[in-house]
């Protein structure tokens, strides 16, 4: 079965450089969902999109800004990295008729030097 | 606010015995959902089992089970038969409904260890 697909799995940045983190949900679920998590600590959630439209956010920070597109895959743009911003960030899907099935891509561990 | 409790650290089982690891959670919300995720080493967050707040009977997934028992706020996880494979960082989870979207909210996690 397919699952959700990030891209790049790593990434290494610079301080004060920008990072796009791309998602490709599973086929035919609408709703995207991007998460956090710091080295040792459970994942945070960061923002969600419903059909292309933002539909929650969470502990996001104002450099950090994510759209999804008109075949659902979702962009999350990370501007003025900083030191704190090395963690793994997790796309998560799920359909609007099966919420409580939301599944997560490998994810993209991100290291800011 | 929704709140996750994982108040076990680390657990060692044996393997082939059983083991649990405990959630609570804390939610005014009527209409919920519970969910426990697995982490191995490698990072990634694989899909276990999910348990609804009106499912009368407790969800199951091979050797996985979920105890769920509503008035004391717990949804435990029970993994019978364990392997050398189930040794991974599990998350207790609970959504929380916006719309038609649905953000999860994880506890602290339980780094489960099996030994020979």
């Known amino acids: 079965a397919a699952g959700v697909i990030q891209s790049p799995r790593h990434l290494i940045k610079e301080k004060r450089e920008t990072a796009t983190l791309k998602c490709y949900p599973i086929p035919r679920h609408d709703t995207v969902y991007w998460y956090q998590q710091g080295p040792g600590q459970d994942p945070q959630f960061l923002i969600s999109?419903?059909?292309?439209?933002?539909?929650d956010k969470g502990s996001i920070p104002d450099r950090f800004s994510a759209q999804q597109f008109s075949d659902y895959h979702s962009e999350l743009n990370m501007s003025s990295l900083e030191l704190g911003d090395s963690a793994l960030y997790f796309c998560a899907s799920s359909s609007t008729d099966r919420t409580y099935e939301q599944y997560f891509g490998p994810g993209t561990r991100l290291t800011v030097t | 606010a929704q709140k996750i409790t994982q108040t076990q650290p680390g657990m060692f089982v044996q393997e082939k015995e059983a083991v649990t690891l405990d959630c609570t959670y804390d939610?005014?919300?009527?209409?919920?959902?519970l969910f426990w995720y697995k982490q191995p080493s490698s990072g990634e967050m694989i899909f276990l089992i999910y348990q609804g707040s009106y499912d009368e009977q407790n969800a199951t997934e091979g050797r996985y089970s979920l105890n769920f028992q509503k008035a004391r706020k717990s949804a435990n996880l029970v993994i019978s038969a364990s392997q050398l494979g189930d040794s991974a960082m599990y998350f207790c989870a609970m959504r929380e409904i916006i719309g038609t979207a649905s953000k999860l909210t994880f506890g602290t996690g339980t780094r489960l260890q099996v030994t020979l």
């Open positions: 939610t005014s919300d009527q209409s919920y959902g």
């Open positions: 999109f419903y059909e292309k439209m933002q539909s």
